[in-house]
């Protein structure tokens, strides 16, 4: 019944339409259909007047913004959209994904409706906050239908389905329908010139040769010749705070070598259990346990000097193909070695597929990064701030060393050393500070039953 009524109403406002193609009453007055707001049509400017005006046959349109996915972002690039023209949309549905400064993150709809006009397509960048974007209407509105032939038609030349007339069978677009509207175009107006690429004008000779080459759109490129490639919200993001650090941040710089081979038995042992967790794991929760046993280290710099933070949020550095992200572990000194291990991989995965919630990388008060898995036996990472300290941790290495003395004399054991370097802010942890953590971080790593990671 109820869609019977909406029908009889969409139907009464076609019926107006045509009676009153002519003029238009309002208040007792006729006014010319020059004047009409939306009578260039319904494609171009026409038909975006006609979808802005402030309501279609009594229902409003349902603007939809480019929305602040992230507390520091600015502009986002629209990435893909996963809805299309005419689809309904349910309020929770996935519209589109959106590139931020951090991360792809998928925008869902907060109404119920159909989507009926984009109007910022994928693939552009540089969207401002609040940009109108598509335009959404709460019931299905001017829905076409077109049959197989008529579409292809409309396809291939590029027509608008919206300027055919109807003269099949419940308004169905037919094939002579597209064919006729197709010759149409042809008597008023020209195609559209197809975009030609010109050459660049090349500098008159000076007798010297340019650098680079000057190389020419759809020619094989000259050597020396190079392809601009355009840098990514991310990337543009990382190489900012990277180069904040790097100037604003005095860098210091402590290493040690830790003994893995408690933690590597104490692996065997819950692997045998059943229970898979990883160095990385274990040099989490260390990290975390000596920073609730130093909380001076668990500071950051902010206007006015140090800050003591009351939580430990660990980030932990992950490679994606858009850049490094640091998703966070918090308060991960109060987890168990199982649940951290749980957490951050499902954290890492959402990481590599561009899925992180903003607050899933924000907040961290200590980060580490660790290149062991690629080979890397030493390295010094850059501190994110505005935190004070980061963890940079190598690979594992096998080294043969003295033990203590026994009543047979020396005996040569085998030991499992990595290298681990913490690069701290100077002005928050200074070289003495920095040397007892780390000593603090060996024995909790080297004894991991006293830091209660079982």
Request: with cysteine.
């Amino acid at each position: 019944m109820a869609a019977s009524i909406r029908l009889g109403r969409r139907g009464v406002c076609i019926a107006l339409r045509a009676i009153k193609h002519n003029n238009l009453t309002v208040q007792n007055r006729l006014i010319p259909q020059s004047k009409r707001p939306w009578t260039a049509g319904r494609t171009g400017s026409g038909f975006r007047h006609f979808f802005l005006s402030p309501s279609v046959c009594g229902v409003a349109p349902l603007k939809v913004e480019m929305p602040a996915l992230s507390p520091t972002m600015e502009e986002g690039n629209l990435v893909k959209w996963l809805k299309k023209e005419g689809d309904e949309v349910a309020a929770g549905d996935a519209l589109c994904e959106i590139e931020t400064d951090k991360a792809v993150v998928v925008m869902e709809s907060n109404e119920d409706g159909v989507l009926a006009k984009i109007l910022v397509q994928e693939g552009s960048r540089g969207v401002r906050l609040g940009t109108l974007i598509a335009l959404m209407v709460s019931e299905a509105l001017k829905q076409l239908r077109l049959s197989p032939a008529a579409r292809h038609i409309l396809n291939t030349h590029g027509l608008d389905p919206h300027l055919a007339k109807a003269t099949g069978p419940r308004g169905l677009i037919t094939k002579e329908d597209a064919m006729k509207l197709l010759g149409q175009r042809g008597e008023g107006r020209p195609a559209p010139a197809p975009l030609t690429v010109s050459a660049p004008a090349v500098a008159p000779s000076s007798g010297r040769p340019s650098f680079p080459p000057v190389s020419v759109p759809g020619k094989p490129g000259a050597p020396g010749t190079f392809t601009e490639i355009p840098a990514s919200n991310v990337r543009r993001v990382i190489a900012q705070r990277l180069t904040q650090s790097k100037t604003t941040i005095p860098h210091a710089y402590a290493s040690v070598d830790c003994d893995l081979g408690a933690v590597m038995k104490l692996r065997k042992q819950l692997a045998a259990e059943n229970i898979k967790v990883s160095v990385n794991d274990f040099i989490i929760k260390a990290a975390a346990v000596s920073l609730r046993e130093m909380p001076e280290v668990n500071v950051m710099w902010s206007g006015d000097g140090p800050q003591p933070l009351d939580s430990i949020h660990i980030s932990v550095a992950v490679a994606t193909p858009r850049g490094l992200i640091t998703p966070i572990i918090r308060d991960a000194a109060n987890k168990g070695l199982q649940e951290i291990a749980a957490t951050a991989k499902a954290l890492a995965q959402k990481a590599r597929d561009g899925k992180l919630l903003p607050e899933e990388y924000q907040g961290g008060s200590f980060s580490i990064s660790n290149l062991g898995m690629f080979g890397i036996s030493e390295f010094s990472a850059v501190i994110n701030p505005p935190q004070a300290c980061i963890l940079a941790v190598g690979s594992t290495r096998a080294e043969l060393s003295l033990a203590p003395q026994d009543p047979d004399g020396p005996v040569l054991r085998t030991q499992q050393l990595m290298t681990v370097t913490l690069s701290s802010d100077g002005r928050l942890v200074d070289d003495e500070l920095a040397s007892r953590f780390l000593e603090k971080f060996r024995t909790n790593l080297e004894q991991p039953q006293r830091a209660s990671l079982s």
